[in-house]
């Protein structure tokens, strides 16, 4: 089941689980805080 949570980016709300649910989730978030996504952020090699 997904859920809603808090995106690390911008703080708005995204979803997390196993993809089946997000149209769930996303009823229950009003669009302008919903996440709209980000492009992958660069990682650093340890």
Do not use: F, I, L
């Not at 995106?7 to 709300?13: I, S, V, Y």
């Not at 997390?16 to 492009?39: I, K, L, T, Y």
């Amino acid at each position: 089941m997904c859920q809603p949570v808090r995106c690390a980016t911008c703080g708005k709300t995204t979803w997390a689980g196993c993809g089946d649910h997000v149209e769930q989730v996303r009823a229950r978030v009003p669009a302008d805080q919903w996440c709209p996504g980000h492009e992958e952020q660069p990682t650093t090699p340890r």
